[in-house]
């Protein structure tokens, strides 16, 4: 390769590089050798990353904690909207849904520390499971309250739902 030198507008000279051309011949062998080498090496690293990423996504722990309250093992507030946009499209002329509010959490809380809360909290959620023998689905949908969806009942069942909960919840 070879470039020209210009002084007050004329060519004085010029500056060139060469090669050998055994050098260049040896440069594209190595290269032809290389890349396959290269491209095997980086398509096992992908290879590696997409079956880690891959088991950590699809870890059923990871997989359903967007639909699943860490706390209670219960469904959560993102699944009862959901699930409450699904049942509106159903008949729901047999189905009800109780919302329960867990008195001083705060008071419990403060008083006996965090660890009473969650007891508190886990307690409440065992009652709404245990209650009544109708087709439930509950749910913890913010700190202190829980929704439940019950599907099947009458009006005077629901009632009767709500008051066995509201004692278990008392005693």
């Not at 470039?3 to 290269?31: C, D, M, S, W």
């Amino acid at each position: 390769t070879y470039l020209p030198v210009h002084f007050n507008g004329k060519i004085v000279g010029v500056v060139g590089i060469e090669f050998e051309a055994e050098h260049q011949y040896n440069t594209y062998r190595t290269l032809k050798v290389l890349t396959p080498v290269i491209i095997l090496l980086f398509s096992l690293i992908c290879v590696i990353f997409a079956v880690i990423c891959f088991r950590r996504i699809s870890n059923p722990m990871y997989s359903d904690m967007a639909n699943t309250d860490y706390l209670t093992q219960m469904k959560s507030r993102n699944a009862f909207e959901v699930d409450i946009k699904n049942f509106s499209s159903k008949n729901l002329e047999t189905a009800g849904v109780v919302v329960a509010d867990l008195n001083n959490l705060k008071k419990v809380n403060d008083e006996f520390g965090h660890e009473a809360g969650d007891q508190y909290i886990r307690a409440a959620a065992n009652t709404l499971k245990a209650a009544g023998d109708k087709q439930k689905v509950v749910y913890r949908t913010g700190g202190d309250e829980f929704a439940v969806f019950l599907s099947g009942m009458q009006m005077g069942e629901l009632e009767t739902y709500k008051n066995e909960v509201q004692k278990a919840l008392e005693g």
